[in-house]
Every structure is written in structure tokens, then in C-alpha cells.
Nanobody, 124 residues
């Protein structure tokens, strides 16, 4: 069982930066593939970024490539999402997710555990 708690969300002007953190509980964090998803107002939840269990592979949604960076610290049981050059369209609730599959995955249904989400609002 894994519990996930996101933090770091907030209001930021267009072009600004935020770093989201996701702290995990449980013994097997280092075995899990991790991902970030987001859900904007009136939209379905969508993939943002994913990282493998040993951080040897990552993948990003086209809309965030070159602006967002996912990373993890298995010793601290934490995954991060560094968001730069934020745009108003990045406004969403951002969710951290853990998959029992150690590789990367862009698919929502591959994730077994979810955090409660943190709000990110980009203002124009």
C-alpha cells in the first residue's frame, strides 16, 4: 500500500516557475513507476510526466516538453515536478500517481495509487 501527498501548488504569473513535490509512504517506493497527471476545469484527467523506478527513463506530454522536468529521490520517497515557463493553460489540479509496474507509463489506468491533488493556477 502506498499513500501519496502532493504539495507545492499555488498561483503563479505566466512565465513563472513552481516545483511540486509528492511524498510517499510505504516500503516499496523504489519499485514503483511514478507519474504526474492533471485535470483542468471541465476537462478529463490527462498525462503530464512519468519516471521509472530507478529514474533511468522519463516521458512527457507534448504540451509540457522542454518546460517541465520530473525527477525522484528514492531515499526521500519523493517525486518532483519542476514546472518552468508556466502558461495559463497549465492551470489544473495536479495529481501524483504510483504504479506497481516499475517502468514508465503514460496511461492513467496503469496507476494503482493516487494523491489528493494540488492546485496550480497560472495567471495571464
Amino acid at each position: 500500500q502506498v499513500q501519496l501527498v502532493e504539495s507545492g501548488g499555488g498561483l503563479v504569473q505566466a512565465g513563472g516557475s513552481l516545483r511540486l513535490s509528492c511524498a510517499a509512504s510505504g516500503r516499496a517506493f523504489g519499485w514503483y513507476g511514478m507519474g504526474w497527471f492533471r485535470q483542468g476545469p471541465g476537462k478529463e484527467r490527462e498525462f503530464v510526466a512519468t519516471i521509472g523506478s530507478s529514474a533511468d527513463s522519463t516521458d512527457y506530454a507534448d504540451s509540457v516538453k522542454g518546460r517541465f522536468t520530473i525527477s525522484r529521490d528514492n531515499g526521500k520517497k519523493t517525486v518532483y515536478l519542476q514546472m518552468n515557463s508556466l502558461k495559463p493553460e497549465d492551470t489544473a489540479v495536479y495529481y501524483c500517481a504510483a504504479s506497481r509496474t516499475p517502468g514508465i507509463s503514460t496511461m492513467l489506468y496503469n496507476y494503482n495509487y493516487w494523491g489528493q491533488g494540488t492546485q496550480v493556477t497560472g495567471s495571464s
